[in-house]
Nanobody, 124 residues
């Protein structure tokens, strides 16, 4: 079992930045590939970014590429999402997720553990 707790969400103006964190506890964090997903009101959950077990490989949704950066610190059991140049359409609940494999995935169904989410609101 892995427990995931997100933090760092909030209200920000368009063009601003936020850094989300996801603290993991339980089994060895470095055994898991990780991902960020988001869900806006009335929409399905969508993929944002993913990272392999050692941070060597990352992948982003086209909508956030060049603006968001996913990273991890295995010594601190923490996943990050640096979000720059935020847009109103980035408004959503952001979730971190852990996958019981070393390689990353863009498919939410491939993830085994989920956090409770953190709200990000970008005003225009």
């Amino acid at each position: 079992q892995v427990q995931l707790v997100e933090s760092g969400g909030g209200l920000v103006q368009a063009g601003g930045s936020l850094r989300l964190s996801c603290a993991a506890s339980g089994r060895t964090f470095s055994r898991y590939a990780m991902g960020w997903f988001r869900q806006a009101p009335g929409k399905e959950r969508e993929f944002v970014a993913t990272i392999s077990w050692n941070g060597g490989n990352t992948y982003y949704a086209d909508s956030v590429k060049g603006r968001f950066t996913i990273s991890r610190d295995n010594a601190k059991n923490t996943l990050y999402l640096q979000m720059n140049s935020l847009k109103p359409e980035d408004t959503a609940v952001y979730y971190c997720a852990a996958r019981s494999r070393l390689d990353y995935s863009v498919d939410a169904a491939q993830y085994d553990y989920w956090g409770q989410g953190t709200q990000v609101t970008v005003s225009s």
